[in-house]
């Protein structure tokens, strides 16, 4: 069978004047787009642009739905109900869908961000708030999840579509999770180990955890880069390039799961 | 021809543990829901409650976007871009829209909320702002705008269908504007009296001014009442029971528009 | 001795058009006010008229700094660095003291909100923040923290004034935490057992818990009501009434402590 | 007499995760500093880093109050009431009061941000509110103003201490009023030209419209420098050398005005 593999990016962070990323630099080399919705960051104005360029580029379109948290930029764990997860989910995706279908394309994903997704990765009931969420929206939507996460059962067994993900530019810890930013090292930023990494996970469904382990990933369908690092650009475009040259087809995720 | 007419209020204006108006009392005696966006009030539970609460009464559901201001309710004026305007009408449908889509019923409207609305009466350019952004997610949603506003000319000429909307409750100036909430006698509070500037509006197409003059306002096809004042429920019950005893039918506006 | 206590209540929780509380009903029987600083209600226009209510009660004046969550009413715990908590400790504080100078009044005490407040009572180190931020501004300002909670024991051991606190018309757990408001029973509603249970904590320093146990608070030097219940108003008045009956003086925590 | 004239540049307009400027960079090229007070940009954290770097590099502090505002960085014109921009003007400084009082410096100054100086420079009404809000806190704070302005006048006639502004890097229209950012050649970006200007306005109280005739500015206190353009820390530095060059001396306005 042909391998094949998304990569996504994080992009339309930016607020307003608040600048965040360069979106229009590694659009090119991504097939995957997660939309911020407006409450980590994103407004409408950078919403419609983010996703124009992605229309232009060709690549797909999700939402990036976030705890409400400008200020911290969703990365800080809220203690939602859940009805308000469920509910809050409903609303960033709808806002998203409204620009997508505005630009004539169709919405891919969606993708929960920073401490929503990590808290979803282990906590059954608030992965049963966003699974909701998203199949009242529409239950055709495909959601990014890490592989064997609470996040990734509950929408499996919702009979959501579900793409598994790797982070080619973090470390892992041996049960799996990513090294917090916050520690030295938990970013990879060589673009040869970052392809290996990449064509591994794939290829074998195994990365090397920070502590020289092997963690079993399974099944990889979408890789993720990140857009704000000084290098970013280049490491998508050594990533995609070093995907074909491994045989590994690099396409957006709705085209294959 | 059998007259016919629309009965709107604003609802879902609660944000979080702030409570605003009394929609389950309201509800049942109107035929057009404005729902908060999140922009100068709701918030997604209250969103998803409203719509969900318009759906058992059979009330037809629009969406109520406004300048982003929650601290002033969308009352104050805001100079906004117009690509700023646009895409802010956008996310906010959308947003709407998919708790619509959730509950399995339509979007019939878009009005606009409190100072953008104002603006929109006589602002050429934030009209068309607003109706790009309406156009863009669906050109079937139906526009409520003032009779021989600069908001209702723009939409009719982009072909929207346009609700032309008197407001039962407030006084007018000669100019067709509404006598501002900060003025004494604003409020018109008497049941009989608001019964009947509405039937007359809508039969003759005028209402009698602050001054005593009679402005024209021409065809009306939907009657705004307030929700927030507190015989509101008893005037929108009066006002429903006066239209149809008058032999006015009261029913949404997407039915007959 | 003579037996003093303090009666206080969150005040200024409106936000904007969006009103919660009777301020002006409650304000006459209370004597230290904990003034919202606009991160869980609370704005500007708001600030000023509940500080300028509070002198003309001869109200003592305390900032009631939240988490940065309005659509939350700071109910929802977040995950803060130790900066974040510490340095909006000190932004909150600041801006309320800038009202009560304004007004010529002092600023008597800081009392956290919500759930930094029930956070505060087990984490130590959230408490040193919020104990860093006081101190930053003002090393004088009283701090209200439940007894034998984290927050009282840092703050004392940092050398501020604390004020121990009994929430009047709420239920203990056998651990001396509150019941949840989303329980049952959780609330005391009648006025008599509410000044009994008052009268008692002041005079014997003890609580009947819900299970019927005894939890000692030890000493207790003021008293929260709340104000958003139907009847607070005359439960405020009663228990000022029925403390004064028992020979209990009450005054702002200031004046003793 | 001795020529003097002040330095101050618009710093801490980051926003969380949002990153604004290089405040280190032109810190020690200035000598008044306004700090945003996060109604249009800044955050708890954001302000107390930009004090303490002031205080380092004995910059004197003063508070940056903007219309409410973060999606539109306080640049797009709202229409409050009086004592909304007067309570906002009190909630603002007091918050940046107190982490100037943390870090043991004093404030020196306010200056309102972007569109409300804008709308101050003309309108009485917003001047004799932001004034009020001023002197409520403290009237000994300098206000800085463009010469000739409505918010000059007002501050003057309250006989609070008033610095008048020169705008080192943009250019007048004939009336006084800055050619708008939109424009083409709005921005003086050449140090040569800059410093030339800034000396002029010192020297000869003029300076050369865009049209190429002379506006009469009277007095300049107070040198406005841009910290966000490529350049900036070249052309503040080139500022303050040519400043010293033609024997004008560089110090805070509070020690001479």
């Known amino acids: 069978v ?3 593999v998304d990569v996504n990016c994080d992009l339309g962070e930016s607020f307003g004047v608040f600048r965040v990323g360069n979106d229009a630099e590694i659009m090119p080399h991504i097939t ?26 060709k690549v797909a379109v999700g939402a990036h739905p ?10 800080r764990e809220m203690k939602l109900a859940s009805e308000e997860v469920e509910d809050s989910m409903l609303y960033q995706i ?3 869908y409204g620009f997508a279908r505005a630009a004539g394309v169709g919405l891919q994903h969606v993708k929960p961000h920073g401490a929503l997704y990590n808290v979803a990765a282990k906590d059954q009931s608030i992965s049963e708030a966003i699974v909701k969420g998203i199949q009242k929206f529409d239950a055709d939507l495909i959601v990014f999840a890490p592989p064997r996460s609470a996040l ?17 530019d973090r470390e892992y810890n041996p049960d799996g999770s990513l090294v917090s930013r916050s520690q030295d090292g938990s970013v990879v930023r060589d673009a040869r180990q970052l ?37 970013a650009v280049k490491l998508a475009q050594a990533l995609k390039k070093g995907l074909t040259e491994a045989e590994i087809k690099v396409e957006p995720v709705g085209s294959f799961i």
Chains 1, 2, 3, 4 share one sequence.
Request: with cysteine.
């Open 94 to 96: 709808s806002a998203v």
């Open 152 to 168: 990734a059962n509950v929408a499996l067994r919702a009979k959501l579509r579900v793409a598994l993900e790797f982070f080619a």
């Open 195 to 231: 392809v290996q990494r990449s064509v591994n996970a794939v290829r074998e469904g195994t990365v090397e955890t920070v502590d020289g382990r092997v963690f079993k990933l399974g099944r990889v369908d979408t890789i993720c880069v990140h857009g704000d690092t000084p290098n």
């Open 32 to 57: 995957s787009a997660n939309v911020a919705c407006g409450f980590h960051a994103g407004d409408p104005v950078t919403i419609a642009r983010t996703v124009s360029l992605a229309k232009k580029c």
């Open 66 to 75: 976030s705890f409400p948290d400008l200020a911290g930029f969703g990365r």
């Open 2 to 4: 042909e391998l094949r």
